[in-house]
T-cell receptor, first 114, second 114 residues
Framework: GENVEQHPSTLSVQEGDSAVIKCTYSDSASNYFPWYKQELGKRPQLIIDIRSNVGEKKDQRIAVTLNKTAKHFSLHITETQPEDSAVYFCAASWSNFGNEKLTFGTGTRLTIIP | NAGVTQTPKFQVLKTGQSMTLQCAQDMNHNSMYWYRQDPGMGLRLIYYSASEGTTDKGEVPNGYNVSRLNKREFSLRLESAAPSQTSVYFC?????????????FGPGTRLTVL
């Protein structure tokens, strides 16, 4: 089955600086890579996702890059703000628009220092 | 539009007791999922249901059973609870026909088994 590794487990960043979280996956058949944000005591929520036919995707201050050859993908947050403090999870699956059996990474606790 | 709802929010059980966690969604989604979240382990898939009347095992199904009662509801049952099942349980749903992969999560059930 799929195995997803996520690093670092904790990350502290000065407000306004950039944050990068990296994930690697094992199954070359995986083609869908979402990122979820989970605030303390809340449910996970999708913030951005990417498919294997795209190398990079951006949405305002967040971007995701994918390197299929190396089987790794990364989340980039620029101009970090206090509300970016949360736990971030990457995930991978073979997606056929439904029936996604997501395999999650173990999470990165991001703290933004004012 | 409530999205994905779960009951109860909190539950304490003694070892050997049984209980059912309830999940319902009002987004007309075909696929539904049950995850457990443990510290440092990320989210792990217990069972999922691609459509009404079908269920399949995920990564950690032992000790659990599920029922897809109808398109809206997907329940998770612990027949004989064990301390190792202490966790936060999340239900999620996604839309097959819409061509989107996003999984929408419920608020979670925090279960403690003594």
């Amino acid at each position: 089955g799929e195995n997803v590794e996520q690093h670092p487990s904790t990350l502290s960043v000065q407000e306004g600086d950039s944050a990068v979280i990296k994930c690697t996956y094992s199954d070359s058949a995986s083609n869908y890579f979402p990122w979820y944000k989970q605030e303390l005591g809340k449910r996970p929520q999708l913030i951005i996702d990417i498919r294997s036919n795209v190398g990079e995707k951006k949405d305002q201050r967040i971007a995701v890059t994918l390197n299929k050859t190396a089987k790794h993908f990364s989340l980039h947050i620029t101009e970090t703000q206090p509300e970016d403090s949360a736990v971030y999870f990457c995930a991978a699956s073979w997606s056929n628009f439904g029936n996604e059996k997501l395999t999650f990474g173990t999470g990165t606790r991001l703290t933004i220092i004012p | 539009n409530a999205g994905v709802t779960q009951t109860p929010k909190f539950q304490v059980l003694k070892t050997g007791q049984s209980m059912t966690l309830q999940c319902a969604q009002d987004m007309n989604h075909n696929s539904m999922y049950w995850y457990r979240q443990d510290p440092g382990m990320g989210l792990r898939l217990i069972y999922y249901s691609a459509s009404e009347g079908t269920t399949d095992k995920g990564e950690v199904p032992n000790g659990y059973n599920v029922s897809r009662l109808n398109k809206r509801e997907f329940s998770l049952r612990l027949e004989s609870a064990a301390p190792s099942q202490t966790s936060v349980y999340f239900c999620a749903s996604s839309d097959v026909s819409g061509g989107h992969d996003e999984q929408f999560f419920g608020p979670g059930t925090r279960l403690t088994v003594l």
